[in-house]
């Protein structure tokens, strides 16, 4: 519970969908006490069947209700969505937006008093309720909305606090780190069929491996380079694989495409 107050989604889209049915499922919130606002009536139909949340087509109606607004509109309306609040938004509510690339200041500086903005990046796992999520706090953000915002994003998976400096490295590891994953899974796929699995089988056995080596890191606690030691006997076939993959560059392929994708999340950053 997050002491009766209530969440409003302003954009009922994907991560909107993904966060209510997160929050529903652990309990932490009521139907009753989550509201949302999108421009699509149908949207908001298909939200309030399924959910039995309370919507509305006007922004300003979900947040002026809402103890806390979160923002799960694209980056390039947040702008003309937050002008439309200007008359809502109060010192009391918690902000919390999870558009990329959008600073905290970028938001306080919308409104003319203090505002208390957390910004968070979640990634597209959320959706099965597996977000990698690191969140940071505005200037006059209290240290009692972070501990919200990480309640209400531990629904969706884990968290992490960091600097907000750090968001574009976030955006480059975790937010776009499905992609490289769902390529690495496509691979090891192809590489099944190549010795002889069939499609199907291959795919299983490649997404579930990926899964299962991420559990192991996450529950024991352990270095992955221990883990990795565990699986590796002396003049065995995890060997032989490990050595043709460090050959193939993989550790610094990866490294580079995590440092492009940060550059490039700085890049479009600077464009606002
Ligand atoms: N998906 C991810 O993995 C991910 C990860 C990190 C952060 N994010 C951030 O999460 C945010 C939402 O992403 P999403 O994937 O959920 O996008 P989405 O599915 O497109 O959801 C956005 C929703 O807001 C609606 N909308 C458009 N204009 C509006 C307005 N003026 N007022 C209210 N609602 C409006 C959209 O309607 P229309 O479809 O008609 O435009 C859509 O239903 C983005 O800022 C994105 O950067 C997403």
Same mark, same amino acid.
């Given at each position: 519970m997050l002491n009766g107050r209530s969440l409003g989604f302003i954009g009922g889209g994907n991560m909107a969908e993904a966060m209510i049915r997160g929050l529903l499922k652990a309990r932490l919130l009521r139907p009753q006490e989550i509201l949302a606002s999108d421009v699509v009536p149908e949207r908001l139909a298909y939200l309030e069947q399924t959910f039995g949340i309370r919507t509305s087509?006007?922004?300003?109606?979900?947040?002026?209700?809402a103890d806390i607004a979160l923002f799960a509109v694209k980056p390039q309306i947040m702008s003309p969505v937050l002008d439309g609040l200007l008359d809502v938004i109060t010192g009391h509510k918690v902000l919390i937006s999870i558009a990329a690339g959008i600073s905290t200041r970028f938001i306080a500086e919308k409104f @003319?008093?203090?505002?208390?903005?957390?910004?968070?990046?979640?990634?597209? @796992?959320?959706?099965?309720?597996?977000?990698?999520s690191?969140?940071?706090s505005g200037a006059d953000a209290l240290p009692e909305d972070l501990e919200l915002a990480k309640r209400i994003f531990t629904a969706v998976g884990k968290v992490v606090v960091v600097e907000e400096v750090l968001m574009d490295a976030v955006t480059g590891l975790s937010g776009s780190g499905p992609a490289y994953i769902f390529l690495i899974i496509d691979a090891l796929s192809d590489a099944g069929v190549k010795v002889g699995l069939s499609r199907r089988e291959a795919?299983?056995?490649?997404?579930?491996?990926?899964?299962?080596a991420a559990r192991m890191v996450l529950e024991t606690?352990?270095?992955p380079g221990e883990l990795k030691d565990m699986v590796t006997s002396p003049g065995g076939t995890a060997i032989a694989g490990l050595h043709t993959l460090e050959?193939?560059?993989?550790?610094t392929t990866l490294i580079n495409?995590?440092?492009?994708?940060?550059?490039?999340?700085m890049e479009l950053g600077r464009k606002d």
């Open positions: 087509q006007d922004n300003a109606e979900v947040a002026g209700k @003319p008093g203090k505002v208390r903005v957390i910004r968070v990046m979640p990634n597209t @796992p959320a959706l099965v309720l597996e977000a990698a690191a969140l940071c795919q299983l056995l490649a997404a579930q491996t990926v899964l299962g606690h352990k270095h050959a193939g560059g993989l550790r495409a995590v440092e492009a994708a940060t550059r490039r999340s």
